[in-house]
């Protein structure tokens, strides 16, 4: 991929995991063990970005790879580097080497926090549909969040968003639209 960004080291999971559960409110974020299993699945994969001599996980983007779009599930950089411009680099070395259209869900824009990570992806060359669902509860506690998607370098069209949505409930949700 890109020198700044490397399929994680299984050994820096227990780290990734520490800047997930930071980064995440627990209804998006997995068992960590349920995490974990993911490393086997062919269609995912953690790109990390280490400091430059390797030795510190400054942040992750976790992907889902379909035959006609990449979906990125979760993005973080570490609390402590937040502000910094890494979490613009991460991205912009990652659409650099996509090679199809990228997908990724947003929370609705009705909170700060919500409209500015919008903003971020805004920047980043993404844009925003009118298009979205309610995440299945990756924990079962019931809770529940209402997303939007954004896809990069085009918009989503309506059977696009069928189409990709029933594709990510299915591999990424394991659920059946």
């Known amino acids: 991929m890109n020198q700044n960004l490397q399929p994680l080291r299984h050994e820096d999971f227990d780290l990734f995991f520490q800047i997930m559960e930071q980064s995440f409110p627990s209804v998006e974020v997995r068992p960590r063990d349920h995490e974990y299993d993911l490393l086997n699945e062919d269609a995912f994969t953690l790109w990390a970005r280490y400091d430059a001599a390797k030795r510190f996980l400054e942040g992750f983007i976790a992907e889902w ?7 990125i599930e979760h993005f973080a950089v570490a609390p402590k580097l937040r502000g910094k411009g890494i979490g613009g680099q991460m991205l912009k070395a990652y659409l650099r080497q996509a090679d199809r259209p990228v997908l990724l869900e947003v929370e609705e824009p009705e909170m700060e926090l919500a409209e500015r990570r919008i ?3 805004r920047r980043n060359g993404f844009m925003l549909s009118s298009f979205g669902y309610v995440q299945p509860d990756l924990r079962r506690t019931g809770d529940r ?10 918009a989503l069209s309506e059977s696009e968003f069928q189409q990709r949505k029933a594709a990510i409930f ?3 949700y394991k659920r059946v639209m």
């Open 119 to 121: 903003q971020f992806y």
């Open 65 to 71: 790879a379909f035959r006609d779009f990449l979906f």
């Open 170 to 172: 299915r591999l990424v």
């Open 145 to 154: 969040v209402r997303l939007r998607l954004m896809q990069y370098p085009q």
